[in-house]
Every structure is written in C-alpha cells, then in structure tokens.
C-alpha cells in the first residue's frame, strides 16, 4: 500500500496530513502538525484509534487472531523456541545463532543475584503483602543498587541495565514467593535453565536438592513466551511514557509492573482464577453470564474481552492446549479446568459474547496451569511481570534510540469551570 493524504477541514480550513502504511496493518495519519495547524486537538481517550509510536517488535491482527514477535508467529514460538531465545529475538531483532544465544543465556544467568542488601530490604515488608506490592518496591530500588547502568544515552549502560532487569526478575519474584511463605531465600544457580533456575528459587528448599521436572519447566518456559511481549498495552505504553522523560531503566519498568497489576490487565489471571472459583460447579454459570451482561452489574467475565482481538487470543489456544497436557502429565484433575472449559463454551454461545467479540484472552487459562504446579494465585501477576520484563525492556531500547523520540505530553478536552476570581472566605 503506498502513503497518501488526509484532509482535515475546521471552519472552512482544509489542512492536509501524511497517511503512512507500515508491513502490514491499519494505516496511521500523522497528525503531529494538527494543533499548529488547526489549534484542536485530537480527542481519543483510551488510545481506541491512536498510535503512540512506530515500532518493529510486535504485531497483532486482532481480527485474525494473529501475533507476531520480529515476524514470527507467538504459537511457533510456543511450541518450537525457549523463553531465552525470545528474549534475544525481542531485544536484537533476529533470531540467534546457537553461538549467540549460548553468549546471551551465559550472560543472562551472570546477572542473576540480587545485591545481598536487597535481600534485608524484603524484611521490610509485612509476611502477607502482595508479592505485586514487593515487585513494584524491589524493581524500583534496583536503581539505587546499580548506578552503574542507569545512564540511558549510553547505549552500553541500557545494554547493562536490560540483561540485570531479564536476569533479575525471577530472583525478585522467587524471593517475593519464599518471604510469603516464611522460607529462606535461595540463591540461583548457573548450571540451570533461566526457567529451571527459577522453579528450583520457587519451590526448592534448602534442605534437600530440588530436581527441575521437565514438563513444569517446560510448561513454564512456554507461558512465559506466551506473555513476553504486546504491542503498546496499557503497561508497555507506561514503560515508555515513563522512559520518555529519560527516568532511570528500573523506575521505568517498575511504573510498567504498578499497571500491569490491574485486573483490566494483567491482573486479570489472578481474578480470572478466583472467578472460576468462585463459580466452582458449572451449573451456576449461568447466574455469572447473566452478571456479565447486566449493565448495572460491574461484574465481567475475567479472563474474556481484549482491546485488539476481536476474535481469539491465539495465546489463548496455546494455553488452552497447554493445561491439558500440564494436568494429564501431572496426573492432575482441576475441576476448575473442566469449569473454564464450559464457561467458555456457554460464553461463546452467548449472543451477548458473539456480538461483542469476547474470546477468552491470554489470562483465561493460565491459571489453571499455573495453579497445576502450584503457584498461590498471588503469583501470577507477578509471572506476567516476570515474563514481560523482556518485552518492556525491548520497547523501551527502541523508544529510546528513536531519534525522533520526545517526552510523551499528552493534552486534553477542558470542560471545567471557565477563569474566576478569588473568593475570601467570609464572602463564599
Ligand atoms: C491483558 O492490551 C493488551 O495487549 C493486554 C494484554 C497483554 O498481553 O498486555 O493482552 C493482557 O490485559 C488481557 C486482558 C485481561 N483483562 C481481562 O480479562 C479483564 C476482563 N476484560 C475486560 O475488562 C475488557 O475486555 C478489556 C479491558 C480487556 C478490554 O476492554 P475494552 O477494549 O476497553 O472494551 P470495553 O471495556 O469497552 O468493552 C466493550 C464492551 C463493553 O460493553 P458496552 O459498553 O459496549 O455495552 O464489551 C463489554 C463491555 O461491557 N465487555 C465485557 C467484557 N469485556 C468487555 N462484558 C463482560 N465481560 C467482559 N470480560
């Protein structure tokens, strides 16, 4: 498709703007000229019909159902890469060559450990607190622990800083874990897979070795590709707001794991997972579907509905697949998988749904997964943020080396009270 024009026209002034066609996709018009221009604004809030930038990560078809890292389709992905290999694909742009992706697990797995005095500031926080209320402290403390990369101009520094922050997330949620449940941390070790090393950090106790179980490493390492990148969801969007105003790497992802927490967004596999349970058998399915379409009830079906697919997550078909075989696997039976699995089918069925195009999204089933292998659902927001890291480290390198880059400054409709004098108070 070749760049074209759109013509704007406000009290009988016709301004014409720049249409641009990306590989594939809707069309942008530039507007960036509109308010010099004009002196109006766009209006769109909830950034329905906005591009908020130009990138070459990620790219969903939410028609389709299609999501691509780099070109590469999210379900070859799932069923043929590893979680290290995405991670090195999101961040340089091309798939490795075994000798790169040894050198960039190698170096991944050297920065690992925390600096032991984070270790006492975990102390701080009260046994029950959210392990999301402790990511969003610890992550955001890690810049005054490595000043060393914190300098963004320095395109080495951000290299530092992006590898500490992979590397890191899942001592800091492993930790986040044990300090929950009263047990020592433990230390990673070097001779484990990112994604083993994390399961032994988890679940591993200090008294007897912990041995990695393939299939649980396996299922991990697959949600975690499944969550690692989005386009310019509500937390990447935060990440390079906050990143626009030059705010250190680590202030920048904690702002992206403080919106991640939302059950709009990746909060919702944590409520997704108490809505399942909280329906328990399937015959009182019907009493949440009716809630979810009662417009005076707040009440919606977690863990359905996306902004862009308006057909299914593919993520959600990997992961619906994913759970079968995590449970058969472990020889488990979650009645809550059997209990989704007829939610989905009534909702599907449901005029309501169907007209609305609400497809379970990638937070339906991964609970029921995770859960399998024995994550508190406190946790599994806190999986998303781990997994995510990597997608928000690599937006925020791109917003960062675009040159025509500036701090994000956006305006508004004003509908307040017009200019005024003051009142004192014995005349109000
Ligand atoms: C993630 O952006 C991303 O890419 C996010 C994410 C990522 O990887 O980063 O994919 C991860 O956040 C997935 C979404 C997880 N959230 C949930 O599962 C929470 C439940 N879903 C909804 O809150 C909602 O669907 C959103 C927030 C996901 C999307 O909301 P939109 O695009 O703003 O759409 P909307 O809220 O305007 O809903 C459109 C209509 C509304 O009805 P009307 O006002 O038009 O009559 O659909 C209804 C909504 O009431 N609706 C639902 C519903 N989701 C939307 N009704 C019942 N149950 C739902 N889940």
């Not at 941390?185 to 001779?191: A, E, G, K, Q």
């Not at 399915?285 to 308006?310: C, Q, S, T």
């Not at 890291?389 to 017009?418: F, H």
Request: charged share 20%; with cysteine.
């Amino acid at each position: 498709m070749g760049d074209g024009s759109a013509k704007v026209e406000i009290g009988g002034n016709a301004t014409d703007y720049k249409v641009r066609s990306g590989t594939v996709g809707p069309d942008v018009i530039d507007i960036r000229k509109l308010y010099a221009n004009t002196g109006a604004f766009t209006f769109d809030p909830g950034f329905t019909s906005t591009a908020s930038c130009e990138s070459t990560i990620t790219y969903i078809d939410g028609d389709e159902g299609i999501l691509l890292h780099r070109g590469y389709p999210i379900d070859q992905l799932a069923e043929q890469s590893s979680f290290m290999e995405v991670s090195y694909l999101l961040l340089n742009g091309e798939l490795p060559s075994k000798a790169e992706l040894e050198k960039f697990t190698y170096t991944i797995s050297r920065h690992t450990m925390l600096h032991e005095q984070l270790s006492t500031f975990y102390r701080g926080f009260r046994r029950d607190a959210h392990p999301m209320a402790i990511m969003c402290g610890v992550v955001g403390a890690l810049s005054a622990f490595y000043h060393d990369s914190t300098d963004i101009a320095d395109p080495h520094q951000r290299m530092v800083a992006s590898h500490r922050l992979i590397a890191k997330m899942p001592t800091i949620a492993a930790m986040a874990y044990k300090y929950s449940i009263g047990q020592p941390f433990l230390y990673p070790r070097n001779d484990l897979s990112y994604t083993g090393n994390f399961l032994r950090m988890t679940f591993g106790v200090p008294a007897e070795e912990y041995v990695v179980d393939p299939v649980i490493e396996d299922a991990m390492d697959k949600i975690f590709i499944l969550h690692a990148d989005h386009e310019q969801n509500a937390s990447t969007s935060t990440v390079r707001l906050a990143g626009s105003s030059g705010a250190n790497p680590f202030a920048c992802i904690a702002a992206g794991i403080a919106c991640l927490w939302g059950p709009a967004h990746g909060g919702a596999n944590e409520a997704a997972l108490n809505m399942l349970r909280e329906i328990g058998t399937p015959d009182r399915i019907p009493e949440y579907i009716a809630r979810a379409k009662n417009k005076d009830d707040p009440f919606r079906l977690m863990g359905f509905g996306h902004r862009v697919y308006k057909n299914f997550d593919p993520r959600a078909k990997v992961l619906s697949k994913a759970a079968t075989e995590v449970l058969d696997k472990m020889g488990r039976n979650d009645p809550v998988l059997d209990t989704a699995r007829e939610l989905e089918r009534i909702a599907l069925s449901d005029p309501y749904f169907i007209d609305k195009k609400l497809y379970p999204n990638v937070d339906f089933y991964s609970g029921v997964i995770l859960s399998a292998i024995g994550f508190p659902t406190t946790m599994f927001t806190v999986l998303f943020a781990l997994a995510r890291t990597v997608g928000w480290v690599a937006q925020w390198n791109e917003m960062i080396s675009d040159p025509e880059q500036k701090i994000g400054r956006p305006r508004q409709l004003y509908t307040g009270a017009a200019m005024r004098d003051y009142i004192q108070v014995g005349k109000r």
